[in-house]
């Protein structure tokens, strides 16, 4: 994939985020779910020809999407749900 080079980074430098989505009391599906509404968003915007914020809103999307399994782990919220 193309981001599998920042997956290998991802985790260290994560930790605030995962902070932030615990303050919130978030679960990894909630990271997912916003990671989802932000793709819809990026291809929203590719509609409305503004394709350098649709790039940036996906890049965050991926971002999120990296996240939610990360965080997971971190704070043993794992599922074989969350796994597929």
Not at 15 to 26: C, D, E, M, N, P
Not at 30 to 59: E, R
């Amino acid at each position: 994939m193309i981001d599998n080079p920042f997956r290998r980074i991802l985790p260290d430098y994560t930790l605030r985020f995962l902070r932030f989505f615990k303050v919130l009391h978030a679960k990894p599906n909630h990271i997912s779910a916003f990671a989802f509404l932000l793709s819809l968003v990026a291809g929203f915007l590719i509609i409305k020809d503004h394709f350098y914020w649709a790039i940036a809103i996906w890049w965050l999307s991926r971002l999120f999407d990296g996240i939610d399994g990360i965080y997971a782990r971190h704070y043993g919220m794992q599922s074989a749900f969350g796994a597929y």
